[in-house]
């Protein structure tokens, strides 16, 4: 085995699919256009293995968001990205549904063309070349509507008028900026499409093509092999038609068959009795 295999192994060792299973219903991914996208996410339903090619990238982002605060603070920017209450990312929950959430990368004051008292969401992605050059062309509504619904999500929970989204060029390290109003009415269809799949949490739910060959689910989604391939679902308490999750506030998770309210260790682990739910 090579110097580069090890590493990569060691990547992925630190990052297994279970470690990249949330809590909670994130904004980041609330837009997605495919309801069964959320439904499978939310479920826990796929064990892929991410590679560690992926896994490098993920840091690149993490670092370059890290570098880009620095660039702002430099310029004279306020920028606030920790709770002091929690000592970590500011944490937004939809109204009447706790599951439904998410952690803003930071808001700042200062930016030049708003009041000057005025605090705005910031937002950060790092990008290849393609997709930042039709970002450029486009504008971020129509060049990632995901983003766009993420933004909006944010800043309408975090009673925020603007926001101020930014890109990078990884590959050129040109920089991007756009600045733009906050869209309540989008903010609520997009929790009211959340709710609406969690009240579907055992049946099944549109998917956005039958065929796989479809640039979300072969680009965008890490759940095709179980969504177009039958796959059989991760064993865990998330997939198996025994668990009764609550929605309403904070989510509970109670196994119908033992009569024990599960924590995220339990329903990681299963048990003999897990049975798969039947959606195909």
Known sequence: MTLLELIDQGIEAANTPEDSYRDHGGFSGLASPCWMQLWLTWHWASS???????????????????????????????????????????????????????????????????DEDEWALWEFKSMGNATFNTLKRQGLEKANPMYWGQCHLYMHHAQLQHCVFMAENCDSNEMYEELFEV????????VDKGKRILELWHERVPRISEHEGHFRCKNLCDHRNVCHRDKPFAVNCRTCKHLTPDFKGEPTWLCSKHNVELNR????????????LEIR
């Open 265 to 276: 260790e339990g329903m990681l682990a299963a048990c003999e009795n897990y049975q798969p």
């Open 183 to 190: 869209d309540h009415e989008l903010a609520k269809l997009e």
């Open 48 to 114: 892929e293995q991410k590679p560690a090619k992926i896994l490098r990238k993920f840091d690149r982002g993490h670092a370059a968001e890290v570098r880009h605060k620095g660039y702002l603070r430099g310029a004279g920017i306020t920028v606030c990205d920790t709770d002091p209450k929690t000592g970590k990312q500011y944490r937004l929950k939809a109204k009447d549904c706790g599951f439904l959430g998410g952690s803003v990368d930071g808001v700042i004051l200062g930016h030049p063309e708003l």
